[in-house]
C-alpha cells in the first residue's frame, strides 16, 4: 500500500515479508495431536496475515484450541511504533504472543463468569434486583432493575450520563455516584440496548459489597491463579504498563450515522477514545467491562475451560451449570438500542446463530464477546474450538471488514460441525 493510500485510508506501514514481523510459538502448536491437517492451520493464519495486510491493525495475536489442544499460536506487527501517526524514528517494538493487550468489552465475558460464580457460591442471586445488595442503587426509580438485567443489556442504563469528564472512569467512588443518580431509559428488562461501561462497575459494586473483598482479589483467586494465568487482571500494574500493547485509531474517519452509534456507545469519537485508551491513569485503572489485559492464549485458555464444563487441567473452577447458566441464551434476537444490529445474548456473552450469526455460519453452539473494535475471543462448543483473535486497531468502518469476515468464515469452514456425540457437554 503507498504512502498517499496509507494516509487516505488512516493505516499503518506493512511490510512486504511478514515473516520479519511474525512470532510463533512453536511448542505450542500441536494439531498433530488432535489429527488437525497443517493445512488447515495455515489457511487460518493465511487470513491473519490478509487482515494484517490491510494495515488497520499494528499488531495481532491468535490462539485457536481444537478438542483441548492449542493447534495456532502466533503473533503478527507491533506492539508500539508502527500506528499511522508514527513517525520513521518511531521505536518499533514486535508483537510477540506474550505481550498484553487490552481485550476492552471481551472483559464482559470473564466478568459475567465471576458473577455467575457468586451465584454457584451462593452469595448472590442473580434474579435479584441490584438494590437488594446496594440500596442506594435504587434512587431513579432503578428499584427493580436486576443483577441478571444488567448481565444481559437489559438494565436500562447503556451509558454514563452526556458530558461526564472522562476522569470519571478511573475514579471508583464517582462513578459509582453517577450511575446511582442516573435515571433508568427503562426497567422492565424487555428491551436490549448494549451497556459499553456501566454495568461492569454496578457488577463490580455487588461482587465486592457481598464478598467484603476486591473485583481483582476475586478474579485472582477463583480464575488468574487457578489458571496459571500470568496477566489476566482488571488493567496492568504500574510497571508493566510499558509492556502493555498500545491502542489505534485507524481507518477512515467515521461519518453520520457511524459516528453517531459510536458516540452513542463509547461516550467520545474514536481518536477521544484512542486518547483514553493509552493513558496510564485507564491502563492501571479496574474498569471491569472494559480493561481486562491479557493475551490471546489466555482468553482462548478461559473459552477452553468453559467447553470443558468449568474444568482446566484436571482442576474444577466452576460447575458445569454455572457454564451452561452463563451461555444459556436470553430473550430472543433482538436490534440492540446502542449498537443498532441484531444481537442475541445470554446473561454475559454475544451467542451465534443459525444459518448465520456474530460467530460465523451455523454457530447457532457459540457464544464469546467482541472487544473494541474487532477482537474476536469465542467458543463453539460444536465445532469443540476456543478462538481469540486480538488486535490494536480501532478501525469502524473500512476495507479491513471482508478480510475479518473472511477469517470467521474459514475458521468454521474448516472447523465443521462434529457429531453431536462428540461434542463437549455445554452444547447438549
Not at 71 to 79: D, E, V
Not at 166 to 175: A, F, N, P
Request: hydrophobic fraction near 40%.
Amino acid at each position: 500500500m503507498n504512502r498517499i493510500a496509507r494516509r487516505a485510508l488512516h493505516t499503518c506501514a506493512v511490510p512486504e515479508d511478514l515473516a520479519s514481523v511474525t512470532c510463533r510459538d512453536v511448542e505450542g502448536e500441536q494439531p498433530e495431536r488432535v489429527g488437525v491437517n497443517p493445512q488447515v492451520v495455515e489457511d487460518v493464519w493465511h487470513c491473519v496475515e490478509k487482515l494484517y495486510r490491510t494495515g488497520v491493525h499494528p499488531g495481532l495475536q491468535l490462539s485457536v484450541r481444537h478438542r483441548g489442544e492449542q493447534i495456532l499460536h502466533r503473533a503478527i506487527g507491533h506492539a508500539t511504533g508502527n500506528g499511522p501517526n508514527d513517525g520513521p524514528d518511531a521505536i518499533k517494538v514486535p508483537m510477540t504472543t506474550d505481550t498484553p493487550i487490552c481485550y476492552f468489552s471481551a472483559s464482559k465475558a470473564v466478568t459475567a463468569l465471576l458473577m455467575h460464580i457468586l451465584a454457584e457460591q451462593g452469595l448472590v442471586n442473580l434474579m435479584d434486583p441490584v438494590s437488594y445488595y446496594c440500596p442506594e442503587f435504587a434512587q431513579g426509580g432503578k428499584r427493580t432493575i436486576t443483577v441478571h438485567q444488567i448481565l444481559s443489556h437489559r438494565g436500562g442504563i447503556p451509558a454514563i450520563p452526556r458530558e461526564t469528564p472522562i476522569e470519571v472512569l478511573w475514579d471508583r467512588d464517582e462513578i459509582w455516584r453517577l450511575l446511582c443518580e442516573a435515571k433508568p431509559v427503562e426497567v422492565d428488562g424487555a428491551k436490549v440496548a448494549y451497556h459499553a461501561i456501566t454495568g461492569g462497575f454496578v457488577l463490580q459494586r455487588v461482587l465486592e459489597k457481598v464478598t467484603g473483598d476486591s473485583i481483582e482479589a476475586f478474579i485472582d483467586r477463583y480464575l488468574r491463579k487457578p489458571m496459571g494465568m500470568r496477566w489476566f487482571t482488571y488493567g496492568i500494574a504500574p510497571e508493566h504498563v510499558t509492556e502493555l500493547a498500545s491502542n489505534y485509531a485507524t481507518g477512515p474517519t467515521p461519518r453520520f450515522p457511524v459516528s453517531w452509534i459510536v458516540n452513542r456507545a463509547l461516550g467520545g469519537d474514536i481518536r477521544t477514545v484512542e486518547k483514553v485508551v493509552n493513558d496510564p491513569r485507564f491502563q492501571e485503572a479496574v474498569i471491569p467491562a472494559g480493561n481486562l489485559c491479557g493475551t490471546a492464549e489466555e482468553m482462548g485458555r478461559f473459552f477452553q475451560m468453559m467447553l470443558n464444563g468449568g474444568i482446566w487441567n484436571g482442576r474444577r473452577i466452576c460447575s458445569e451449570m454455572t457454564v451452561r447458566r452463563s451461555i444459556q441464551q436470553f430473550g430472543s434476537l433482538q436490534i440492540d438500542r446502542t449498537m443498532m444490529i441484531p444481537m442475541r445474548f445470554s446473561a454475559g456473552m454475544m451467542l451465534g446463530g443459525n444459518p448465520m450469526g456474530l460467530w460465523g455460519q451455523s454457530s447457532r453452539y457459540a457464544f464469546g464477546h467482541v472487544g473494541l473494535i474487532n477482537k474476536l475471543c469465542w467458543a463453539d462448543a460444536a465445532r469443540d474450538i476456543s478462538v481469540s483473535l486480538l488486535n490494536t486497531g480501532m478501525p469502524i468502518i473500512g476495507h479491513h471488514i471482508p478480510a475479518l469476515a473472511r477469517f470467521v468464515y474459514t475458521v468454521c469452514d474448516r472447523f465443521p460441525l462434529i457429531p453431536e456425540n462428540q461434542r463437549p457437554l455445554v452444547a447438549a
